[in-house]
Nanobody, 123 residues
Framework: QGQLIESGGGLVQAGASLRLSCTGS????????MAWFRQAPGKDRDLVAA????????YYENFAKGRFTISRDNAKNMVYLQIDNLKPEDTAIYFC????????????????WGRGTQVTVSS
């Protein structure tokens, strides 16, 4: 059974940077598109960014353009989310997820989810 585990979150001050990591096991995640979501307290879970199986075609939601960078290292079964110039509104639990497709498709379902890593940004 496939498993995704996020790490790299923490409590940081506004303006800092974080790199979140997602490691996969038990499933050939390197063959599939991956995505990062986030969920702030009392809000819905929102897509942040996604990437094709081969690291190509990175997709970002509008709010993520410019400060967020998604990448992957299939040799290590890792997906990353670099967040620069963190803002208090970035405070959320960040989740990684996989699609059952090699190329990201906005309207596709997700078949595996991690449990998330908390990012808290103080002002």
């Amino acid at each position: 059974q496939g498993q995704l585990i996020e790490s790299g979150g923490g409590l940081v001050q506004a303006g800092a940077s974080l790199r979140l990591s997602c490691t996969g096991s038990g499933h050939p995640f390197s063959d599939y598109a991956m995505a990062w979501f986030r969920q702030a307290p009392g809000k819905d879970r929102d897509l942040v960014a996604a990437i094709d199986y081969n690291g190509g075609n990175p997709y970002y939601e509008n709010f993520a353009k410019g400060r967020f960078t998604i990448s992957r290292d299939n040799a290590k079964n890792m997906v990353y989310l670099q967040i620069d110039n963190l803002k208090p509104e970035d405070t959320a639990i960040y989740f990684c997820a996989s699609q059952p497709l090699p190329h990201f498709y906005y309207y596709s379902s997700y078949d595996y989810w991690g449990r998330g890593t908390q990012v808290t940004v103080s002002s």
